[in-house]
């Protein structure tokens, strides 16, 4: 492990949409960053939620106060990179003490060409979200800010900022950032602590096929811990093109930004139309959720401060279970808008947002929380069993 990196901390602030300027210091590799402000509740996790696809685009606040002190290991992480725009934390521990530490998380970061605000207010910034909802925000360094002239003042560059950060796109631009470019197969499954090795898949039982829209690995993992062979394709791919490998499932994956994408939304549509006939399921998790919802008509909408984080309760509106469950988004169903075929299976118990839907004839359905956590609880992992007993009960239909 490489502790001996030196670390150079400058005085920077956060200047938000909204005008208000945060001071801290910054560390890493840049002249800081920007991006969506959200907060995260989780306590741990942030190597896989930094390395969540999902995170790509915005700038998380962590609240918990203490980041970094178990460091960061490969076998934890949810891609191979940092997707999240920007880290914000209040004290940062450059020295992990875990026994499962390959690295610091500073080291991680600066390996990753990204930075860390720190010392700053975090529960300020919290409860600024929580009031106001979600802003934009730029991080800079003071010197840039000390360095103005008489042409291009302190308060023109503030104002300059905060033009940029008012400039408004709606379009989701990461899923093709976050995306795999080409198809690859994944048989690997969950890491095994004790026999320090991962689950092989043995006999190819089941053929899942993955729109890849930002996946996690913990996913991938728990769909091949089903003795599941799994290609993954990449977000535009032709669904014929799916179809023609002759999958037993099709799953739709998490992803970042807006569902409101056309090319996501119709490749979906029509997987969903052909469902109809050979009635193949389909399961879908975050996005993927979302993407079903939007190709059976309804519509989304952006949350005022979304939900992130590791202790989500969630009910199952049938058996009225309460799980607490790992979340991670923006957009949320909006249930004035379902059609009389889309059910609702699962409510927070937060907000009352909808969290999960399911088809009222086709074995179709979809979860917007993450039941693969990681972080996170396990509670809800047993949706990955209802998609495979989906599976089994469309094979014996096959045969009967």
């Known amino acids: 492990m490489n502790n001996s990196m030196h670390i150079f901390n400058e005085e920077a602030c956060l200047i938000t949409q909204?005008?208000?300027?945060?001071?801290?210091?910054?560390?890493?590799?840049?002249?800081?960053?920007?991006?969506?402000?959200?907060?995260?509740?989780?306590?741990?996790g942030y190597q896989?939620?930094?390395?969540?696809?999902?995170?790509?685009?915005?700038?998380?606040?962590?609240?918990?106060?203490?980041?970094?002190?178990v460091g960061i290991n490969h076998n934890d992480m949810e891609s191979k990179q940092i997707f999240a725009s920007g880290?914000?934390?209040?004290?940062?521990?450059?020295?992990?003490?875990?026994?499962?530490?390959?690295d610091s998380l500073i080291n991680w970061v600066l390996d990753n060409k990204k930075s860390i605000f720190h010392n700053c207010d975090t529960r300020y910034l919290t409860a600024k979200l929580r009031t106001r909802g979600a802003l934009k925000a730029r991080v800079v360094k003071k010197s840039l800010l000390l360095s103005a002239d008489h042409e291009n003042t302190e308060e023109n560059i503030k104002n300059k900022i905060l033009e940029e950060l008012s400039s408004t796109n709606n379009a989701n631009v990461f899923i093709k950032k976050v995306s795999t470019d080409e198809p690859y197969i994944w048989d690997e499954g969950s890491y095994d602590l004790k026999k320090q090795t991962y689950y092989k898949v043995k006999n190819n039982k089941y053929k899942i096929a993955v729109y890849d829209f930002g996946v996690k690995k913990n996913i991938l993992r728990k769909l091949a811990d089903h003795d599941a062979i799994v290609e993954v394709f990449p977000y535009n791919?032709?669904?014929?093109?799916?179809?023609?490998?002759?999958?037993?499932?099709i799953f739709l994956s998490n992803g970042p930004g807006n569902p409101d994408n056309e090319i996501c939304i119709n490749n979906v549509r029509y997987l969903l139309e052909q469902t109809k006939h050979n009635k193949i399921s389909i399961f879908g998790i975050c996005l993927g959720c979302q993407l079903i919802a939007l190709a059976l008509n309804a519509k989304t909408y952006k949350m005022k401060f979304g939900h992130h984080g590791a202790n989500h309760p969630v009910q199952d509106l049938k058996t009225k279970e309460i799980f607490i469950t790992s979340q991670n988004h923006s957009f949320a169903i909006d249930e004035s808008s379902l059609k009389e075929d889309t059910i609702i299976t699962h409510r927070s118990l937060f907000d009352n947002s909808i969290q999960g839907i399911k088809h009222s004839e086709l074995p179709i359905f979809g979860f917007q929380g993450h039941p693969e956590a990681s972080p996170g609880p396990l509670d809800i992992g047993w949706l990955f069993d209802k998609f495979f007993e989906n599976i089994s009960n469309n094979k014996r239909n096959k045969r009967s």
Do not use: C, W
Request: hydrophobic content about 30%; aromatic content about 8%.
């Open 18 to 44: 909204d005008g208000d300027i945060i001071d801290g210091l910054l560390s890493g590799s840049d002249d800081g960053f920007s991006g969506e402000l959200i907060f995260n509740t989780s306590m741990t």
């Open 48 to 69: 896989e939620i930094l390395s969540d696809p999902s995170y790509a685009g915005q700038s998380i606040v962590f609240t918990s106060p203490h980041i970094g002190n």
């Open 87 to 102: 880290i914000i934390i209040s004290n940062l521990s450059s020295y992990p003490s875990n026994y499962r530490a390959e």
């Open 237 to 249: 791919t032709d669904p014929e093109k799916i179809l023609k490998t002759n999958p037993d499932g």
